[in-house]
Each structure stands twice: as C-alpha cells, then as structure tokens.
C-alpha cells in the first residue's frame, strides 16, 4: 500500500523545509524554564541527539523571549517560540530570532494585536503556525472537532486578509477522534502544512498509544507534514516514538528496521535482552533501509529471519544466522548481537 500525500504548500522553518514533498518532520518542545539558558541548550541538544527536527519553547515572559537570542548559537534546530495571551511576547521572540512564531487564537485574537505580529514575521520573513488547542475554543453549539476547525478558519482568514500566508495550522484535540475529524475537515479547506499532535494525551504508555493512533490514521490519509508526539515524559521519548510512526508507515526509515517475534514458551534463549542490545546498538549507526529479524525458535523463525537481509532464528542455546535468505553461521546467544552488528557494517 501506498500512501498519496495531501498536497500542501511549502514552508520553511529555519534550515527546515515543510509541505510538499518535504519528509513529514519530528517536532517536540523543552520542558525546562527557556529562560533557563544551560538547561534549555542541554535538553535542545538531546533533543537534537534523538532526531528532533524542530523543537517549541514555552515563551511565559520577556525573559525567556530574549532567551531565546542566547540559545540559538549553541544549537542548530529550528527554535519555534510558543505564545499564548500577549502578543508582545511574539514580539520579543522574532526580535530574538524565533525561526516560527505559534500562536493559540483562544488567546490572542485582536486584530490589531494579530496585525503587529503579521508585520514583524512578513519584515524577518518567518512564519506562524496558528495552534488551535481544545482547551480554548468556545462556540459550544459546535462538536468540538468543528469548534477547532471553526477557530482556525477564522483566524486564517483574519491573517490572510493582511496578505500572509506562510502558515501551518495544528487542530489539537484531546481525544483521538476529535482530533482525526478536525485535521480531516481542516485538510479539505485549506493547503497550508498541517503539524500533527494530540494534547494531554496522559501517561507515556497510553499517550503514545493515543498519539500512534490519531497521528497514524491521519498520515495514513496523507496528512500531516510534520509530528509531535505529546508524552508526560522526557522530551527526547517523544522523538523516538514519533520516529517509530514514520517508520512504521514507511514515510521516513532512521536505521535498520528490527523485527522481532514476541516470543513463547518456545523460545529458550532471553530474546527481549538480546533484542534490546541490539536496538541499542543500531540506534547509534547510520545504517540504513535494512532489516534484522531476531526469532526464538524455529517455528516461524527461520522464514522471518531469511526475509530479511540478516537475521536470526534461536534453536537450544544457539542461533543460525541467515544472510539475504541463506543460512550462514551458527552463534551462541552471547555473540549473537556483535555478530549481526558485524555484518550489518559491511
Ligand atoms: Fe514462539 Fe517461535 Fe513464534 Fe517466537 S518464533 S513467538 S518463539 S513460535
């Protein structure tokens, strides 16, 4: 199967282009005070480690807007600086070197507000993403995928009025099927790159799973040009999970794929170590567009493992590795991934 992107315009975001036929980019935010200089360039540079492609900062005041002028030299992601309630702040941001602007329309929506803010990002040459969330939308007779449909509609076309038009649009709801009807819908209206998130999706293991769900349903459309996975967890979790979206759907491959069975009283070897170990070490390589299965026992395994361009099928206490279909070595548990490391690199 073959997913057909949504056409959308492209917008670039610092050195990151979005839209068109641009990957669909990794996104995710600090979760320290911006105005904290040293924690806030350690977290960026996780980020950065991890494959985050642009990262949010929340601008709660002037002190972390003018923060942002001393973070940038000490990373080389975009920086989009998070506004919400004084439209000044978006000010001080651009002045300082923001790469995008966010603003939530529940919470700055005068026209002469909104219309400064426009002039600042057309005279820098930077662009805003309107960043509806269902925590601030109101017009209660709507269902609430309408109400964030409705909202970032209206604040569209307020700015579209003042002749810009370097905008993404973000649709967040909190529920998995608020949030595909309203990227649905908005997807139909308008061309603009669609950021792709879930808010306050809850603990890692369930948001990941309520993230996965949304975001996956809607790539699967052809929606979405970039991805946040929000999790109650350290930032650099939700790039690895947001990384394993894209991989799964093949729209984006980050390393070798690892397949691996999940295991039954079959299997008499500690696959879920050996399979960690391995997903350790291969998340540090550059390899790409290969696949390793690591099966446990004989049953399906030898199949799986000949599929794939290297892998192994466990018997008692040894594997048989096969390469391109062909078996070719035996090895013990212990070497097993060292072994497969190995040929992988050549
Ligand atoms: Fe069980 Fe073997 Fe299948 Fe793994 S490959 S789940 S060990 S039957």
Redesign the pocket.
């Known amino acids: 199967m073959k997913i057909t992107r949504r056409k959308s315009r492209v917008v670039k975001i610092g050195k990151i282009h979005i839209g068109g036929k641009y990957p669909v980019a990794i996104q995710s935010m600090t979760k320290c005070a911006t105005a904290d200089i040293a924690a806030c360039v350690s977290q960026i540079k996780g980020l950065e480690g991890a494959g985050c492609e642009i990262v949010r900062l929340a601008i709660k005041d002037m002190r972390d807007a003018r923060a942002i002028r001393k973070i940038k030299p000490h990373v080389s992601i975009p920086i989009v600086a998070d506004i919400h309630f004084d439209y000044r702040l978006a000010l001080e941001a651009i002045e300082s070197g923001a790469d995008k602007i966010r603003l939530n329309p529940g919470n700055i929506y005068k026209g002469s507000e909104v219309k400064e803010v426009v002039s600042a990002l057309k005279a820098s040459g930077i662009p805003l993403r309107i960043g509806v969330n269902s925590g601030s939308v109101k017009e209660a007779k709507l269902t609430m995928a309408d109400r964030l449909v409705k909202s970032a509609l209206d604040y569209m076309r307020m700015i579209e009025k003042l002749k810009f038009y370097d905008l993404v649009v973000s649709l967040k709801g909190s529920t998995v099927l608020d949030t595909i009807d309203a990227y649905r819908k908005i997807a139909r209206s308008c061309d603009y790159p669609l950021h792709l998130g879930v808010t306050a999706t809850g603990s890692p293991f369930r948001g990941a799973i309520k993230s996965s769900i949304a975001i996956g349903a809607l790539l699967l459309d052809g929606i979405g040009d970039t991805i946040r996975i929000s999790l109650t967890d350290e930032p650099k979790e939700e790039v690895l999970a947001a990384r394993g979206v894209l991989e799964s759907l093949n729209l984006r491959r980050f390393g070798p794929q690892i397949i691996s ?4 009283g ?2 008499s070897v500690n696959l879920v170590d050996i399979v960690g170990d391995l997903e350790k070490k291969l998340s540090r390589s550059n390899l790409k567009n290969q696949t390793v299965a690591v ?3 004989v ?3 030898p199949q799986e493992a000949k599929e794939a361009d290297i892998g192994v099928a466990f018997g008692k206490n040894e594997g048989l590795i096969f390469k391109k279909g062909k078996p070719f070595k035996k090895v013990t548990p212990a070497e097993c991934v060292k072994t497969l490391t190995k040929y992988l690199e050549k």
């Open positions: 069975c999940p295991t039954c079959r299997c099966m446990g026992c049953v399906n395994g």
